[in-house]
């Protein structure tokens, strides 16, 4: 296979989805040895693109060729026949089979028909050490963490030898030093004669790990080249097209001070949390950084009672008065964005109208105060809608035909019309695209200028940075230190590391 | 709080061998007829028609789908049998071969109408249940139809101890075990219970899978008809009525779950055991046949409320930490 250089291209791709030209003759070329970033807003079509690849969509028109071949690919099992293996962005984990299963779902060994587990296990051994893990093949998916499932995304691309790997955002559920790993593994795929596609969001990580930068915006190629031609800042400007910067949010402090309005005392669920004591002021942004398994997500569950506690106190303060609450009952005060938007915070199915207005619907009932009076849900909606800058086509359209940013613009919009005074926002800005974090962090602006005050969690230190009143940091369940606004990402990172070797070594 | 989540899986992963184990002395204890071996031989003798019924019915749940016709196939298949080789006079060997092909193709007919047509699965073989009874009913009448000798003949056949039902019934279950555990095929199903959207991603053809898993379902509906057949000597109108809930009671009780992917074959015969042992049993103490279908709802209620109590677990296991 190593005689004849791979290299594959596409040629003028169009592909149209009911309403959207998601691709707009597009031209994409790759060859082995090399790593390719593949940047673009969300809704850019660079997805799409690599879905046309990994045989998922097919193109409306153009020609994907390898090798100067004209080839078709038919579904994702014809994609790996011709060399091409896809890492998905969200895990593709079969969590209650094993290791090896989720491996070789396709591809296993037989013995007269039947599996020969004993050939899989020293398959999956072999493709496993390649990458540097040491799991064991006959482990159960669901016991491993988000880092090793993706690992094993990796592994099973790997059992086919393929010659292009696409990598779809796959360092979003990653922690540092799993980052550090998956990098090494990519450049090691390269040494031996691999094309990759990298598909992100996240600018930092592309340089120092492609060759190549491609940057798509609207369903088009905006431009291509070597990444050493490509500064930040030019990307940056290609991306969101001339208006993106202007967004960009410059922080004033509306702390009211002295006026606490949350106060978490001693906080405890064994192995998960520990000793939380926190505080949040009216019109504060509180910024809780920790690195990927510290206990973020799990604190603000804790705190609204979606997960139990087995010690601690909440306090909630309105007009003076200091009031002790069940987190059962502060999840009724409190505007709730989750991290897992598609699964906890959205019904999918269901029309974006519905969605805005499900948290709200008491306000919308009739006189006859049984029947929702449409009317008045609809101008609701749309008034959030506009207020927002949601881009729909019309208040029936589905959530889940939205973009990510649009999705969490109607999760924002959802609480906003109930007007709770507490916001807990999990990564609020995680997988959207750079005009929609500007969207999203100017609606947090406004909201702590109009007194509300908000607990944000993000695993991207940067855009934390500026952006909160204060930091707390996470580690192991633990919040470890703090900071005023004027952290600089050097301390905060060396906070949450620094804390985690003394954990560590205890 | 570890260890009592580790006491808590144990106790939901054994617990039925436990409960199986407390009804069988208790039973002993009132009747000592009912701890003989000639009960216990007759009641799998009892048991082995449904068992095979229902069998492949495992293999839909496996994929997170449900098929309630299973009743209806086998009595459907029946019927179209007992119509060829009664009225019609046609050959033994071609009136079984018949009787299993048509059943397979009522499963085929559920499997398309849930992938192709996309209609939910419940209310796809909901709706077939009645169909397929209703044309059976319009095949052979509701009536009680004694099968010719050369048949029935086999039912006092045994091999060794057991009844040749019984043997059958067993080895069909290793089969499918090894199916399950050991083939590709068998592997996909669990994939597509897993997670149908990723296993789609991974490249397994998750409506073949579908299909087939329904085909199989109709496949031994037919099968175990022929048995029950051999068994009461006669076709009966009620053949088959009810086993849609037993037989997914049935499944549940052995462990595998209604949400798919998870559990094994051989989770039926301790499921089929259980539910068939409390009726012996109750038979045994003398009490009376009203209070059965209170008590088997109760079974099906317990062992649903444990199928759930399971994944509650799981999923606490599976906090991030």
Known sequence: MNNSHFKLSMQNIVKEFPGVKALDKVNFEIEQGKIMALIGANGAGKSTLMNILGGIHQQDTGEILINGKIITIKDPLDASKKGIAFVHQELTALSKLRIMDNMLINDYPTKLGLIDDSEAKVICKKILKRIGSDLAPEDLMEDIGPGDQQMIEIARALVHKPKLILFDEPTSSLSKKEKDNLFKVIKKLREDGVAVVYITHLLDEIYGLCDEVMVMRNGRVVSSGLIDEFPKDRIICDLSGEDGRKKNVTKKSFIVKDDVVLVVEDLNRSGILHDINLSLNKGEVLGIWGLMGSGRTELVRALVGLDPIESGTIYSICDGHKKQIAPHDLRQLVGLVTEDRRNEGLFQPMTVAINLSIANLKAFLGKSGVFIDRKKEKNEVEKTIKKLNIVVSSQSQQVRTLSGGNQQKVILGRWLQRNPELFFLDEPIKGIDVNAKAEVKNIIHELTISGKSILIISSEIEELLGFCDRYLVMNRGSITAEFPHTATKEQLMEASLSAREKGIMQ | ?321
């Open chain 2, 1 to 321: 709080m570890k260890n009592t989540n580790i006491l808590i899986n144990r106790l939901l992963k054994y617990g039925l061998y436990f409960a199986l184990l407390i009804i069988i002395v208790f039973f002993a204890y009132i009747a000592p007829s009912f701890i003989t071996a000639n009960n216990f031989i007759d009641m799998l003798h009892t048991l082995a028609p449904n068992l095979i019924m229902i069998s492949g019915l495992a293999f839909v749940v496996l994929t997170g789908a449900i098929d309630f016709s299973v009743g209806s196939i086998a009595f459907l298949a029946a019927s179209i049998g007992t119509y060829l080789m009664v009225v019609q006079k046609v050959p033994l060997i071609i009136t079984l071969s018949v009787i299993v092909l048509s059943a397979m193709i009522a499963g085929f007919l559920n499997g398309i109408i849930v992938e192709v047509i996309k209609v939910n699965p419940l209310i796809t073989t909901f709706g077939t249940m009645l169909a397929y009874r209703g044309l059976g009913y319009m095949i052979g009448g509701a009536k009680y139809t004694p099968i010719p000798e050369s048949l029935a003949q086999l039912h006092n056949v045994k091999i060794g101890f057991l009844y040749m039902d019984t043997a059958v019934a067993i080895l069909i279950v290793v089969i499918l075990y090894l199916i399950q555990y050991r083939t590709v095929f068998g592997r996909h199903l669990m994939a597509v219970g897993n997670d149908r959207e990723n296993a789609r991603k991974l490249g397994v053809k998750t409506s073949s899978i579908s299909i087939r898993a329904f085909v199989i379902s109709g496949f031994f509906a037919g099968f175990g008809s022929i048995f029950y057949m051999i068994q009461g000597g006669y076709m009966t109108p009620r053949m088959g009525q009810g086993l849609e809930f037993t037989g997914i009671a049935i499944v549940v009780i052995g462990g595998i779950s209604l949400f798919g992917g998870e559990g094994s074959i051989l989770g039926l015969l301790t499921g089929i055991f259980t539910f068939y042992i409390v009726e012996n049993g109750l038979q045994h103490i003398g009490v009376s046949p009203y209070i059965y279908p209170f008590l088997r709802g109760g079974i099906i209620f317990l062992a649903m409320y444990a199928d759930s109590l399971k994944t509650k677990f799981h999923s606490l296991r599976k906090v991030r930490t």
